[in-house]
């Protein structure tokens, strides 16, 4: 099965003859919703539709910096803000942690208008798009249930008519590359920055790029590197105080040397030894066949004396139920520095684009995101997983043009 992924037709069909076939290509969006939708509630998800309206905090405390810019936002008649529904995860769990089955094991899809300022003024399709998809909560067998995600949506993009169900999958792990960095020891400040970049896909070339402002303030941070940071921290304290400055931006002065701090080492590169730098250049160079990359991590880290075994047994795992959900691993490609942008992933990221080499957008997109429910109320971390899919570029997909 090299010519394509995502669950083949016949395989489909001997698993579940109540699975839909694939609907005509000239079909509406409309209609596409509908099939999507028809698909999880009969595999057992229920429907969930938030509101249009959204608290706008919730969106623009967690996402990252491209997407807050294309909020639609405006106000209450309490003077709150709130914008047009820009996506459907956030929503989606606010609605669980409000409903009885908070805490508890839920699966729920949902389908409808997204609203977000267009990427580009060459965007020609307006503002307002059709999403798809489903999220699930609380369930503890990780791995199957990511398997189950991606699964699921591939099979319901299928069956909306996405190119006769040819998808390539590319995946990463925000997960793994968390656990690579804390083996490898790095300076917190480093830490930070590299899991933050990776997150927004930056190259390492970006990453280790000196601060946009390191040569107006060379010569504080120059002065910094000569002292240990019990004299730093005073200095620029003291920088301050004679300033006449006690806050900024509501950080305190001992905030703002822990900033200069950070900047110098930054621009520095202290803490991260050549050896470090070449296996980070290693590390986020794998990409391949999802086999073929389980095994070269296993021989990076192993040669260096890293302990990712628990991560990497993990991985195996899920590799094995996406097989046994009828995906062709050999078609599901691992990227170690593929992220999707989005601050609030923890984990297994994936997209799905139409097969055969032809540029374009992805279909689907998802992945793991345990941590984010905590930061909308919940009293501890709950672990979740979701996937959207893209209704108005399945035409696109089926007639060979996305």
Request: charged fraction near 25%; hydrophobic fraction near 45%; glycine fraction near 10%.
């Amino acid at each position: 099965m090299r010519a394509s992924l995502a669950l083949a037709k016949e395989s489909a069909k001997t698993k579940d003859p109540r699975v839909n076939k694939p609907v005509s290509p000239d079909i509406s969006s409309g209609d596409r919703l509908g099939a999507i939708l028809s698909h999880f509630l009969r595999v057992g998800f229920s429907r969930c539709e938030p509101p249009i309206l959204q608290p706008a905090s919730v969106f623009l405390d967690r996402s990252g910096d491209d997407f807050r810019g294309r909020l639609y936002l405006t106000s209450d008649a309490s003077g709150a803000d709130v914008c047009l529904r820009p996506e459907y995860t956030i929503p989606v769990c606010l609605a669980y942690l409000a409903s009885e089955r908070a805490g508890e094991p839920a699966s729920y899809a949902y389908g409808g208008t997204v609203f977000r300022f267009p990427a580009d003024s060459g965007d020609d399709k307006g503002s307002e798009r059709l999403q798809a998809g489903l999220e699930s909560f609380g369930r503890e067998d990780r791995e199957a249930a990511e398997a189950e995600i991606l699964a699921a949506a591939i099979e319901a993009a299928h069956s909306a008519g996405a190119g006769a169900g040819a998808l390539e999958v590319r995946t990463g792990d925000a997960g793994l590359v968390s656990i690579f960095l804390d083996r490898l020891d790095l300076p917190p400040a480093w830490r930070r920055r590299l899991e933050t970049g990776h997150a927004r896909g930056q190259d390492l070339a970006t990453i280790f790029a000196p601060p946009e402002n390191s040569r107006e303030q060379a010569g504080v941070l120059a002065a910094l590197e000569k002292v240990d940071a019990k004299e730093a921290r005073a200095l620029v304290e003291d920088l301050l105080s004679i300033a006449g400055i006690s806050a900024v931006g509501g950080r305190s002065a001992g905030e703002i040397a822990e900033r200069f701090l950070e900047q110098a080492a930054l621009a520095s590169g202290a803490g991260v030894s050549a050896e470090k730098r070449a296996l980070l250049d290693a590390f986020f160079s794998i990409e391949g066949q999802i086999d073929e990359a389980s095994a070269a991590l296993r021989r990076l880290t192993e040669d260096a004396g890293l302990d990712l075994r628990e991560a990497l047994d993990s991985f195996d795992t899920r590799s094995s139920f996406l097989a046994a959900r009828g995906l062709d691993l050999e078609q599901v490609r691992f990227s170690a520095s593929f992220a999707r942008r989005l601050d609030y992933y923890s984990g297994f990221v994936f997209e799905a684009r139409a097969a055969g080499g032809r540029a374009g957008q992805p279909l689907i997109g998802g992945g793991r995101y345990d941590r984010l429910l905590k930061t909308l109320g919940a009293r501890a971390d709950i672990a979740a997983v979701g996937a959207a899919i893209w209704v108005d570029r399945l035409a696109s997909a089926s007639e060979g043009r996305a």
